[in-house]
C-alpha cells in the first residue's frame, strides 16, 4: 500500500509554515486545494451519470491509497491485540494466502471454546496434515477469529489470521449456545463477510472447523457450478431442490450472480427473523430469483463429502467428514478422533489389494447418531 502518497501530499497543506510571512503561501495552497476539490467533485458527479459501478471506475481516478484506505477502514479492522489496520487488512490477507495460479482462498471461523488445545481446530489442522495430498492446502487457509482468544491462538498455530468484528456481540465471553442471539449474529456475519470475500474476487471452499478433510475436494467439484454445497442428506442428483443443505462445506465461485446471490440470502436475516442462514438457505433455494439471476447451485454428493448425518461409506472416495448430527462438544470430539483413527489405519495399509481385501469403511465406534 502506497502511504507515503497521502502523506507527502499532506505535507503540502498541512500543517502551514510557521510565522507571518507566508500568507500568500497559504493562499495559493488554499486556491489549489479548492481546485483539487473541484476536479473530484467533478470526477465523482460524472462517475454517477455515467457509470453503474461505482467502485470500480469512479475511484480509480483519485490516488490509490485513498481508494485502498476506504476498503480497509470498512473491513473491521482488528480491535483485537491493538494490531495496526494494515496488519489486518482483508485484501492484504486474502492475496498473501491465495493459491497461485487461482484467486482461491480456504475460509474457516473459529471460537474460543474451539481453540482449546486438543479441541476442534487442532484436529482440524491435524486432518489436513494425514489426508491425502492435503497438507500442500494449509497454506491457503484463512482463519477468521470471532474472539480474541480465537485470534490469538491462531497467531500462535498458523500463519493467515483474520479478526472479525461483529457489532453488538459480547467478544470476550467467547461462547454462543447453539440459535441463542449471539449464535445468530455470528452465522449471518458470516454471510455478509463472504460475500466481501466475493467482491474482492476471491473464490473460496468455506468448511466449519468440525470438518475433516482427508482428501483434496478441488477435483471433485462441479466445473459448472457457482454455487456448491454439502448435504445433510443427498437425494437423487446434484441439482435436486429438495436435498438439504449444510452450509458448514461450501465452495463458490467469484462472479455477479454469487454477489447477488449472497447479497440476496442476508436480506433473509430480516425477512425471517430469529432464523439460522441455513434454515433461509432451505427456503430461498427455491425462489425464482435464482433462476432469474442465472445462480448454478450445485449439492454435493455425501459419497464424497459427509457428516455424521448420513456418513460417507467407502474410504477409497471420502473426502471430507463434517462432525454434524452432533451438538455436544465432547461428542464431537471424540468422534471426529474416531475419524481420523480410521483414517490413519486405512492409510497406514501399504498396498492397494490389503486396502480392498479389508473393509474400506469405518470400524470405530462413534457417540453421535447416524440420524
Ligand atoms: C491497494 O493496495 C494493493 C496492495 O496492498 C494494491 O495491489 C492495489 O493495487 C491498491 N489499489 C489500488 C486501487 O491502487
Ligand atoms: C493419494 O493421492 C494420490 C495422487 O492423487 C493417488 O495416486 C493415491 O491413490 C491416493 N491414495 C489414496 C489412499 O487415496
Ligand atoms: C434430478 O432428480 C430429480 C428427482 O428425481 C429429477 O426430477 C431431475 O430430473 C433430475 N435431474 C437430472 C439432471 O438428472
Ligand atoms: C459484472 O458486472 C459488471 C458491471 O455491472 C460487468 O462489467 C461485468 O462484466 C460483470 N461480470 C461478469 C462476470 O458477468
Redesign the pocket.
Known amino acids: 500500500m502506497n502511504s507515503n502518497c497521502v502523506s507527502s501530499r499532506r505535507g503540502q497543506i498541512w500543517p502551514p509554515k510557521s510565522g507571518g510571512g507566508n500568507l500568500n503561501h497559504d493562499r495559493i495552497n488554499r486556491g489549489y486545494f479548492r481546485v483539487l476539490v473541484l476536479f473530484i467533485l467533478v470526477t465523482l458527479a460524472a462517475c454517477f451519470m455515467f457509470s453503474n459501478n461505482l467502485s470500480e471506475k469512479c475511484f480509480q481516478f483519485l490516488p490509490s491509497s485513498f481508494y485502498n484506505i476506504s476498503f480497509s477502514r470498512s473491513d473491521n479492522s482488528n480491535v483485537y491485540a491493538g494490531k495496526a489496520n494494515d496488519e489486518n487488512s482483508l485484501g492484504s490477507i486474502l492475496k498473501k494466502a491465495s493459491m497461485k495460479d487461482k484467486k482461491t482462498v480456504i475460509i474457516t471461523t473459529l471460537n474460543a471454546a474451539w481453540t482449546e488445545p486438543n479441541s476442534i481446530f487442532d484436529l482440524f489442522l491435524e486432518s489436513f496434515r494425514i489426508g491425502?495430498?492435503t497438507e500442500s492446502l494449509l497454506k491457503h487457509v484463512v482463519v477468521v477469529a470471532l474472539d480474541q482468544k480465537a485470534y490469538s491462538r491462531c497467531l500462535e498455530v498458523h500463519l493467515h489470521c483474520y479478526a472479525l468484528t461483529i457489532a453488538g456481540l459480547d467478544h470476550s465471553s467467547g461462547q454462543a449456545h447453539f440459535m441463542s442471539k449471539d449464535y445468530l449474529k455470528m452465522m449471518w456475519r458470516r454471510i455478509d463477510f463472504l460475500r466481501t470475500v466475493l467482491e474482492l474476487g476471491y473464490d473460496f471452499v468455506f468448511t466449519d472447523a468440525d470438518v475433516t478433510w482427508l482428501?483434496n475436494p478441488f477435483p471433485r467439484f462441479y466445473p459448472d457450478g457457482d454455487f456448491q454445497i454439502s448435504c445433510d442428506r443427498y437425494r437423487y442428483n446434484s441439482t435436486y431442490l429438495n436435498n438439504s443443505p449444510n452450509g458448514g462445506f461450501n465452495y463458490v465461485k467469484a462472479n455477479n450472480r454469487t454477489v447477488q446471490f449472497y447479497k440476496f440470502w442476508y436480506t433473509g436475516r430480516d425477512y425471517f427473523p430469529g432464523k439460522h442462514d441455513q434454515d433461509v438457505l432451505d427456503m430461498i433455494k427455491f425462489n425464482p430469483f435464482i433462476k432469474e439471476i442465472g445462480l448454478k447451485m450445485r449439492f454435493l454428493d455425501t459419497a464424497y463429502f459427509g457428516g455424521f448425518c448420513q456418513p460417507s461409506k467407502d474410504l477409497?472416495l471420502v473426502i471430507t467428514m463434517h462432525a454434524n448430527c452432533c451438538s455436544r462438544l465432547e461428542s464431537k470430539i471424540h468422534d471426529i478422533k474416531m475419524v481420523i483413527e480410521d483414517w490413519k489405519k486405512?492409510?497406514a495399509l501399504p498396498l492397494r489389494d490389503e486396502?480392498n481385501l479389508s473393509p474400506r469403511t469405518w470400524t470405530l465406534k462413534r457417540i453421535c447418531s447416524y440420524g
Request: aromatic share 14%; charged share 45%.
Open positions: 491425502n495430498q482428501r477409497d486405512y492409510m486396502r
